[in-house]
């Protein structure tokens, strides 16, 4: 099952698009001096040394005070991406920017993965962070403490969650833990009528993204912890958590158990900090 770290979209595209949406452009004047006639004076004798420090008088006589910018306008929805995955590239290196994130309707694909974290999956579809490249690592458990079967009768191989499994994860959280939270909430109030209007085009025309965020974020909070290694079942080709009730949760709790116990607890100390300043 290929699921990524989803919980980064709410801090990582934030910090690129406040980067990319509110540079400061300021553009200093040259300082123009106009030429005086020379007019010969009469030779006086050579003035006493003055000793009163003048550096700083200088200074701010010669430095022109800078225009008041106004308001850079927000770029329209399908317009932003080539604008994002500069920012991106800008803001986590470019080779980072190519590994990680998508780059076509990127802030539609954030909030439609958001909104989707609490359903059983998320489509590939609206992906914007995309998951490890190596696979999910398992190992084999040939004995069981109880024996899972399938519709025929038939036992289901079983397996452990592998320690190692936590590493592919680990860029993730690195980069999650990186964005200052400050920097989020500056970019989260200046383009916030992108979120909310990507949010009204999955449906929602009456909806309030932000309490969906907060929503979604409380959530997350509340993942279970679970006793370490985690029992999973492979029926198919795709490993199940072996505790229905594990496998019931929602896609963004199932996650953070999936992360192991030291990532999630990383990732919820920071978003635990992101939902206070929401």
């Known amino acids: 099952m290929k699921i990524w770290l989803t ?3 709410i801090v990582v595209l934030g910090a690129g698009a406040w980067y990319l949406f509110s ?7 040259p300082l123009m001096i106009e030429e005086q006639a020379v007019i010969p004076v ?3 004798p050579e003035p006493e040394l003055i000793t009163e420090p003048v550096e700083e008088v200088l200074i701010e006589k010669a430095t022109p005070s800078a225009p008041e910018l106004a308001e850079i306008p927000l770029p329209a929805l399908p317009e932003s991406d080539p604008m994002a995955a500069e920012a991106l590239s800008d803001l986590v290196g470019e080779a980072e920017a190519v590994r990680y994130f998508v780059s076509d309707d990127v802030i539609a694909r954030a909030v439609a993965q958001i909104d989707a974290l609490d359903s059983q999956q998320i489509p590939e579809s609206i992906q914007v962070v995309r998951g490890p490249q190596d696979a999910f690592i398992a190992i084999e458990n040939p004995d069981p403490e109880e024996v899972v079967v399938n519709e025929l009768g038939d036992p289901i191989p079983q397996y452990l969650s592998d320690p190692a499994n936590q590493q592919r994860y680990t860029p993730y959280v690195e980069m999650l833990e990186a964005i ?3 920097t989020l909430i500056a970019m989260y109030e200046r383009n916030y009528p992108l979120f909310e209007e990507a949010y009204g085009q999955l449906g929602y025309p009456e909806g309030d993204f932000n309490q ?3 929503a979604v974020i409380d959530e997350l909070l509340a993942a279970p912890e679970v006793t370490e290694p985690v029992r999973f079942i492979k029926p198919e080709a795709f490993y199940l958590f072996a505790d229905e009730e594990l496998e019931a949760l929602p896609a963004g709790q199932k996650l953070m158990i999936r992360m192991g116990s030291d990532n999630a607890e990383r990732v919820k100390s920071r978003l635990l900090e992101i939902r206070e300043a929401l």
Not at 23 to 29: A, G, P
């Open 7 to 9: 919980a980064l979209v």
């Open 180 to 182: 200052d939270t400050d």
């Open 42 to 44: 009469q030779q006086e």
């Open 23 to 29: 540079v400061d452009r300021t553009v200093e004047e």
């Open 212 to 214: 969906r965020l907060k």
